[in-house]
């Protein structure tokens, strides 16, 4: 059965039609606050209600009880801290009450806040309490050290999306999922979060899913994610001729999912389950590589953190598998819990491999990779296919590394078209 979202309801903080305007015009006067990469893709979030039930970055209260408990000020399950950071000189001039106004990299209006308090914070302590190290070569420390020393807590408003690039008709927000589910008449539906493409080993175990539920909803991160990621609309292409070749479409929904990537172990899975939860999902299938298997902890790990909660209070159920591998033995997929042969019998490609082979023109073996998928990266690596990318790779101090100028193609300094691992 469909659950409720968390906290009980849905609340979406997208402004539309003559409210938008109006608050527009407000904001023209209001000082502005420029987001990074992770924070807009936060405020995205909120604009749809995928961070139900919070309404707004987080304020004391809140922050603190998350470091220490995992829950927010009012009790509800709730794993990491969802922040605006702000400068010493910035924050000099803001006061509780007043509006601002929450701009990107190149200025644009993306929404406003009304500030409800402004408090210091320490990176350092983030650091431990959510990553459990404090070494900066971890992705998401990495970013906590570059931010200001004042948190901004505070509800907002977002304004509507801008931009048409080609995840536009993918970027349903959690109420349309819902309605299209129903529409459907599924009843369970089974999420997967990533922001890689998608290789046959997250094939099988989708598959093995959908033999347990109604649906399947892939839901490909497209907000702020590390700098070597694949471009979203590459990862999009790559979807879409997966999906026409391999998945039954009546049993399969493709909608983008902006949040960001914060590699924070188990509190991100938390996290995930929490948003997936939002979006009208009942299961949500949890896999070693889900995040690419990149500073990632162990499956027992993450399993850990969910039976110290309890299944039942975070109100959607966990498939948890193994990673995915051809074996040549067995002649199909299977994963270290259903196959007996050892790794030298498995078809698995690191990311750094696979693009090595692309970057001479080698098509991946077809036991890791659909032929399909292959070819669209092939062509990227070539430098034959131009992808735009849209407006949900927002520059930022992340997002400016690998965001592409309109109709650039796919090349780095090596000449491969593709990012090494």
């Known amino acids: ?66 470091l220490a408990e995992m829950r927010l000020a009012r009790g509800q399950l709730w794993p990491l801290p969802i922040t605006l950071a702000v400068r010493a000189e910035e924050a000099k001039g803001l006061r509780p009450g007043q509006e601002v106004a929450l701009r990107d990299a190149r200025g644009r209006l993306r929404g406003i806040m009304k500030i409800g308090e402004v408090f210091p914070w320490s ?51 959690p109420s349309r999922t819902r309605a299209e589910f129903a529409r459907r008449g599924w009843r369970t539906v089974a999420g997967f979060q990533s922001p890689h493409f ?38 999009l292409r790559c979807y879409e001729v997966l999906l026409a070749n391999y998945f039954p479409a009546a049993r ?87 196959c007996p042969h050892g790794p030298t019998e498995r078809v698995e490609l690191s990311r750094k491999m696979l693009w090595a082979m692309l970057a001479r023109g080698e098509a991946p073996p077809a036991e890791f990779i659909r032929p399909e998928v292959a070819a669209v990266l092939l062509a990227a690596a070539a430098g034959k296919t131009r992808f735009a990318l849209s407006d949900m790779g927002p520059p930022g101090r992340e997002g400016e590394r690998r965001v592409l100028k309109k109709d650039a193609t796919l090349a780095t300094p090596s000449g491969a078209g593709l990012r090494p691992d």
């Open 123 to 173: 990176p350092v302590r983030e650091a431990k309490a959510v990553f459990g190290t404090t070494d900066e070569n971890h992705p998401g420390i990495k970013r906590l050290f570059t931010l200001g020393d004042r948190l901004v807590g505070g509800e907002v408003r977002v304004f509507p999306r801008s931009g048409t690039g080609p995840w536009t008709p993918y970027l349903l927000d």
């Open 1 to 66: 059965m469909t659950p409720l979202p968390h906290g009980g309801r849905l609340v979406p903080r997208r402004v539309e039609g003559e409210e938008a305007a109006a608050l527009k015009r407000r904001a023209a006067s209001f000082p502005s606050l420029i987001l990074d990469a992770v924070a807009l893709s936060d405020l995205e979030m909120f604009a749809g209600g995928g961070f139900s039930p919070l309404i707004g970055f987080m304020g004391t209260a809140d922050y603190e009880r998350v």
């Open 252 to 338: 399969v929904i493709l909608a983008a999912m902006p949040g960001a990537i914060r590699y924070a172990g188990p509190r991100e899975a938390v996290l995930q389950a929490i948003v997936a939860k939002n979006y009208g999902c009942s299961h949500l299938i949890m896999s070693r590589d889900r995040n690419g298997g990149r500073d990632f902890p162990s499956p027992s790990a993450v399993q850990e953190i969910f039976n110290y909660f309890g299944q039942e209070e975070l109100g959607i159920k966990l498939l948890f598998f193994d990673q995915a591998f051809y074996c040549r033995v067995c002649g199909g997929m299977a994963t270290r819990k259903t």
């Open 198 to 235: 998608l290789h046959r080993g997250n094939e099988y175990l989708q598959k093995v899913a959908l033999e347990m539920v109604d649906g399947l909803l892939l839901h490909p991160v497209v907000g702020a994610t590390p700098a070597e990621d694949l471009p979203s609309d590459l990862r």
